[in-house]
């Protein structure tokens, strides 16, 4: 495989996972790269993502590819295939247990696995059911090379993301450094098939085009950090 495989993993849905793999895809630091979606979840939010795009006429954009089979074998094969044809594929895993195919595979065959964790709904419980399982399941992978991070996102408070993270002290789970803040933008840019560079810029209101700018810039950080981790090039500026 030449491209690189970022996967995006969370055991319960609602994670903000194709929010990420959506926005993550055309951030600032891949632009000019190969970039594919390979959309592992049925929910298919992001098939319908592209399908709209096309119907819209827009051009470009990471195209989506929808892979609903619950085999192993064949999921390796298509992963293999989209990372010789692209810089990049991301994947958009199920909500599921980390007993199933998808996420063993995506945890097995990823260079860098993102664990998006949702600020709002965090506790311990939370973090026992969803999260230590999947974490166990990246260090076994990790073992053939997979770096996976957590990330805290809906963030609605910085100072309350202490008490998140508070949750894996005395864990060995890294922390991307940094983190998607709750915006209204990321609710609203994919409708029509847009990214959010295409959108924060028709955005009328004054206040909501900044914060939908922000958000742009939210995404483009994270996008240096997984770039870096990746060993990927990018461009300066
Ligand atoms: N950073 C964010 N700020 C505000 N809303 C968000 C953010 N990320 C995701 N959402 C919203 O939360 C919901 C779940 O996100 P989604 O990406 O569909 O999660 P998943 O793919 O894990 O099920 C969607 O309605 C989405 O628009
Ligand atoms: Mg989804």
């Not at 793999?21 to 055309?26: Q, S």
């Not at 840019?189 to 955005?203: D, I, M, N, R």
């Amino acid at each position: 495989m030449d491209g690189k495989i970022v996967a995006l993993v969370a055991t319960k849905g609602g994670s903000g996972k194709s929010t990420l793999a959506l926005t993550l895809a055309h951030a600032k630091p891949f632009q000019g790269m190969q970039v594919a979606i390979l959309e592992a979840d049925r929910q298919g939010s992001l098939s319908r993502w592209w399908a709209d795009r096309q119907a819209a006429g827009r051009n470009g954009g990471a195209r989506v590819y929808p892979f609903y089979d619950d085999r192993a074998e064949p999921l390796i094969d298509t992963l293999a295939e989209l990372a010789a044809g692209h810089d990049l594929v991301l994947i958009d895993c199920p909500g599921e247990s980390v007993a199933y195919v998808k996420t063993k595979v995506a945890l097995a065959f990823s260079d860098v696995v993102l664990i998006p964790i949702r600020q709002s709904d965090f506790d311990m419980d939370s973090a026992i059911t969803h999260v230590l399982p999947l974490l166990n399941e990246a260090r076994e992978a990790g073992g053939r090379g997979t770096k996976y991070f957590l990330l805290p996102v809906m963030v609605h408070h910085r100072a309350g993301l202490e008490k998140t993270l508070g949750t894996f002290e005395g864990t060995d789970a890294k922390v991307l450094p940094a983190i998607l803040p709750y915006r209204k933008a990321f609710t609203e840019f994919s409708s029509g098939g847009c990214t959010l560079q295409e959108y924060w810029p028709a955005v009328r209101q004054k206040n909501s085009r900044g914060q939908a700018k922000k958000a742009m810039g939210d995404v483009d950080t994270i996008a240096a950090e997984l770039a870096r981790e990746l060993g990927i090039a990018t461009p300066v500026g």
